[in-house]
C-alpha cells in the first residue's frame, strides 16, 4: 500500500449537468410578477433560470454528470471507489439518492459493475457537497489500495456529486432565485484541478434561516436574515481559517498584506451572483481595517463607524457604509478581479444549492482562468447553519485537461414560456418539453413511490 498522507489530494476534474430548459427573468417572468427587469438582472444578478424538464430530477442530474465525468477521463467502474453526494433534494427519505445513480449508471456499464463502490449522501443545505468533498479527501488520504493492473496513471478514485434543484413558492422573493444542476467532481491525488490544504476553517449555529420540513415540495426561507446569518458564519469562518492558515505558516503576510491578498481567486457558495458581492464586502472589510489601504478607503467614503454606534455589531453588515464600501475603488477592483469572474454561470443558471460553489469553480476552469501554483479561497455555506472555508493549489495539469461542456450546454438550452415552468414548477405536465436523448429520465414512479430511471440514448 502506498503512504498518500503527505501526498497532494483533491479535485482532478469537473463535469456538470443542466437542464436543457430555461426562463428568462427578465421579460414575461419580470412583467407578470411586477418586478423590474432590472431589480434581476443587477440587484439580484439572475437573468435566467435552470428549469428541470418533466423527466429530470436531482437524481437524473447527478448521474448525468458523474457519466460525462468518466467518459472524458476514460473511467472504469472498478477505479471508482467512493460516489458521495451531497443534495438537499432528496428523492426518497430512507434511500441513498446515490443507490439511484449507481443503478442508472450499471445501465451503461453493466450490472454489478459498481457493487465494490461506496455511496453516501450528505445533507447540510447547500454545504453538503463541501462536507462530502472533505470526506472524500481523507479517504483517499488513508492510503487505498492502488489497482495495479489498471495500466493508468491513477489507482481508486473518488466521486463527489453536488445536485439539487432548488424551487420556492411561486411569486415569493426566492422564486427568481430558483435553478438546477449537477456537478461532479473527480476526487483523487496529485489532482490538475486544485490540491486541497491541510486547514479549513467552520462555523456552526442553530438557526431558522432556511429550511423545508418533511413532506413540504418547496423551501420556506427568511430572506434578509439568511443572507445575514450568511454574512456572520462566513466571517466566522473566514477567521477561523485565517488563524490556522497563519499559524501553521501556510501563509505568509508581509508587511501590509493579509490573506485574501495570496488569493488568486475567491469563490463562494452563490446562492445569487449578488451574494457573493456581498461575501467578499464582508471579507474585504474584515481584514482590511488596520491596514494601509483601508485610510484609502475611509479617505474615499469616509471613516467607519464604531460598533457601538449600531443597535446590534452584526447589523453593521446592511447598513449604509457596507453599500458604500462596495462601491469604492478598492473594493471594486478587488472584487472584479478575485470574485466576480466565479460568478458568471450562475447568472444564467440560478442557484443550484449545493453545486453553486462548483459551478463557480467550473466557470473559471472552462474561462481558463486559473493559473498553475496560484491558489484558491473557497467559501461554503449551508443554512441552518454552518460555514467552511477553505483553499488549494491549482495543479499543473490544469492546462491539460479534456475539454468541458459547461458554455455549450448553455448555448444549446431551450427557453419557455410562463405556462411551461409553472406546470413544471409545479410538478403537473408530464410529457417533457424536450424529449430526453442521450441522458437519464425518470420514466415512472409506482403505486409504492419507487423510481425507476432509464438511459435514454
Known amino acids: 500500500m502506498r503512504d498518500l498522507r503527505n501526498s497532494a ?8 449537468a443542466v437542464p436543457k430548459l ?73 434511500k441513498a439518492i446515490g443507490t439511484y445513480v449507481v443503478g442508472m449508471l450499471e445501465q451503461v ?21 463541501t462536507h462530502a468533498l472533505e470526506n472524500v479527501a481523507c479517504w483517499l488520504k488513508m492510503g487505498e489500495d492502488e489497482d495495479g493492473s489498471s495500466g493508468r496513471r ?20 426566492g422564486e427568481y432565485t430558483q435553478g438546477a444542476g449537477s456537478v461532479a467532481l473527480l476526487v483523487d491525488k496529485d489532482p490538475r484541478i486544485l490540491a486541497l490544504d491541510p486547514v479549513m476553517g467552520v462555523y456552526t449555529r442553530d438557526v431558522n434561516d432556511f429550511f423545508r420540513p418533511i413532506g413540504m415540495r418547496c423551501a420556506v426561507v427568511n430572506g434578509k436574515y439568511s443572507n445575514h446569518c450568511y454574512l456572520t458564519a462566513m466571517e466566522g469562518a473566514f477567521s477561523s481559517f485565517q488563524r490556522r492558515a497563519l499559524s501553521r505558516g501556510m501563509i505568509r503576510l508581509a508587511e501590509g498584506e ?42 474615499e467614503i469616509g471613516p467607519e463607524p464604531e460598533a457601538s454606534d449600531f443597535s446590534d455589531e452584526k447589523v453593521r453588515l446592511s447598513t449604509e457604509y457596507n453599500r458604500r ?18 460568478t458568471m454561470a450562475s447568472s444564467i443558471v440560478g442557484n443550484i444549492y449545493t453545486g453553486s460553489i462548483y459551478l463557480g469553480l467550473a466557470s473559471l476552469l472552462e474561462e481558463g482562468r486559473l493559473t498553475y501554483g496560484t491558489r484558491l479561497g473557497l467559501g461554503s455555506y449551508g443554512s441552518g447553519c454552518s460555514a467552511s472555508f477553505f483553499s488549494g493549489l491549482v495543479g499543473e495539469g490544469v492546462g491539460s485537461l479534456p475539454k468541458g461542456r459547461l458554455l455549450k450546454q448553455l448555448d444549446d438550452r ?44
Not at 155 to 171: H, P, S
Not at 274 to 279: L, T, V, W
Not at 325 to 342: D, G, I, T, W
Open 258 to 299: 493579509c490573506v485574501t491578498d495570496h488569493l488568486q481567486h475567491i469563490i463562494f457558495h452563490i446562492p445569487y451572483p449578488r451574494m457573493a458581492e456581498y461575501a467578499a464586502a464582508s471579507l474585504f472589510r474584515l481584514e482590511w481595517r488596520g491596514l494601509p489601504r483601508w485610510r484609502e478607503v475611509e479617505e
Open 414 to 457: 431551450v427557453e419557455i414560456g410562463l405556462e411551461d415552468y409553472q406546470l413544471l414548477h409545479d410538478g403537473k405536465r408530464r410529457e417533457s418539453v424536450v424529449p430526453p436523448s442521450g441522458e437519464f429520465a425518470l420514466m415512472d414512479i409506482d403505486k409504492d413511490g419507487y423510481r425507476r430511471y432509464e438511459f435514454v440514448s
Open 154 to 173: 491513477r489507482g481508486i478514485v473518488g466521486i463527489v456529486v453536488a445536485t439539487d434543484v432548488a424551487r420556492y413558492e411561486m411569486k415569493t422573493p
Open 325 to 342: 464600501f462596495s462601491r469604492s475603488a478598492q473594493f471594486l477592483e478587488a472584487y472584479e478581479k478575485k470574485v466576480k469572474p466565479s
Open 22 to 94: 430555461f426562463v428568462s427573468t427578465l421579460g414575461e417572468f419580470a412583467r407578470e410578477r411586477g418586478i423590474e427587469a432590472e431589480k434581476l438582472s443587477r440587484g439580484i444578478g439572475v437573468k435566467k433560470m435552470a428549469v428541470p424538464d418533466a423527466h429530470q430530477d436531482a437524481a437524473t442530474l447527478a448521474a448525468t454528470s458523474t457519466l460525462e465525468l468518466m467518459e472524458k477521463n476514460d473511467l472504469r467502474p472498478q477505479e471508482v471507489g467512493r460516489i458521495y453526494i451531497g443534495t438537499e433534494s432528496g428523492v426518497d427519505e430512507a
Open 9 to 16: 489530494v483533491g479535485i482532478d476534474d469537473i463535469a456538470v
Open 109 to 129: 456499464y453493466g450490472p454489478g459493475s459498481f457493487s465494490e463502490c461506496s455511496t453516501v449522501e450528505f445533507k447540510s443545505a447547500c454545504i453538503g457537497a
